[in-house]
């Protein structure tokens, strides 16, 4: 009897199924890294209307409708994103007045029936809005219950999350992978 070494075969085996085990191990890596930037994302978006509705609910305008008092407003809630996201890969953080000038896109809305700018970017954003963010530009509704009754702040996130690796590829039967941005 010759016993026949197996080593080869295992080397090709190994060798067939190690770019394999590498696509996985990175999905499930990025998996991870899409999960945990939602959650910082919307927390960041939450502690930003939570922001400007307490400093809402503190001074109240002096004039009904006065955009420097919503400006100011918008201010807190997109400074507040902004610096939250911070950490997130393709944010564009200024340290300097706590604003991104274009990732995320944010967009902000006071809901009592008198903000001139509800819906409209934050300030500091000098970006031009990417087509994946086109929901963030959705109608308003601007009016929730008037200026005595309602506190409530709208604040819409729009972010481009990268993958680890950027992959396009078309598959047979005219199926495709895309991923990255």
């Known amino acids: 009897f010759h016993r026949r070494s197996r080593r080869g075969q295992s080397l090709v085996d190994f060798a067939l199924m190690l770019p394999l085990l590498l696509v996985l191990l990175l999905g499930v890596a990025d998996f ?3 999960f945990a930037a ?3 994302l919307e927390a960041a978006t939450r502690n930003g209307a939570e922001a400007a509705a ?3 609910l503190r001074n109240k305008p002096t004039t009904l409708g006065d955009p ?3 400006l100011r407003l918008h201010t807190i809630a997109a400074q507040t994103v902004c610096a ?3 950490a997130l ?3 564009t953080f200024n340290q300097v007045d706590r604003s991104c000038a274009e990732m995320p896109v944010i967009a902000v ?3 009592d029936g008198y903000d001139p700018n509800c819906g409209g970017l934050a300030p500091g954003f000098t970006g031009t809005v990417p087509a994946e963010c086109s929901a ?3 109608p308003w509704d601007g009016s929730s219950g008037g200026i005595t009754a309602s506190h409530e702040v709208e604040v819409r996130t729009c972010y481009r999350f990268t993958t680890l690796f950027d992959l396009h590829t078309s598959l047979p039967f005219g199926w495709s992978i895309s991923l990255g941005d």
């Open 32 to 34: 991870g890294r899409v």
């Open 38 to 40: 939602g959650i910082t």
């Open 54 to 56: 307490l400093e809402r």
């Open 68 to 70: 420097a008092y919503y």
């Open 84 to 86: 939250e996201a911070r």
């Open 89 to 91: 890969p393709n944010t």
């Open 109 to 111: 809305c006071i809901k």
């Open 136 to 138: 963030i530009s959705q």
